[in-house]
Nanobody, 124 residues
Framework: VQLQASGGGLVQAGGSLRLSCVAS????????MGWFRQAPGKEREFVVA????????YNADSVKGRFTISRDNAKNAVFLQMNSLKPEDTAVYYC??????????????????WGQGTLVTVSS
């Protein structure tokens, strides 16, 4: 599975961006999908995820109420709508696909395929 993320850029604090990730190869609809980010000098962290089967979503506490993940299986795409952006949201954002893991914490289990990342910069 190849993942291509896009949509990053420079935005002022309080603004919005929508990231896209298009998959090729594999069966997109059978994968859990997630977004992660890595800020300069920090470890990569989980942001949001959506399940393959029933659309269950998980959000990191830091983005609850501001970020929303969605997917369009017909387009082999997953999206991240980011609103009310803050300077601390500045990071490289990665989309990832997971061969479904089960249990209540599946979204924290390892992901199997990763995109190349797209840079989001939020100015104050």
């Amino acid at each position: 599975v190849q993942l291509q993320a896009s949509g990053g850029g420079l935005v002022q604090a309080g603004g919005s961006l929508r990231l896209s990730c298009v998959a090729s190869g594999g069966t997109f609809s059978s994968y859990n999908m997630g977004w992660f980010r890595q800020a300069p000098g920090k470890e990569r962290e989980f942001v949001v995820a959506i399940s393959w089967s029933n659309g269950i979503k998980y959000n990191a506490d830091s983005v609850k109420g501001r970020f929303t993940i969605s997917r369009d299986n017909a387009k082999n795409a997953v999206f991240l709508q980011m609103n009310s952006l803050k300077p601390e949201d500045t990071a490289v954002y990665y989309c990832a696909a997971q061969i479904p893991k089960y249990g209540s914490n599946w979204h924290q289990a390892p992901y199997d395929y990763w995109g190349q990342g797209t840079l989001v910069t939020v100015s104050s």
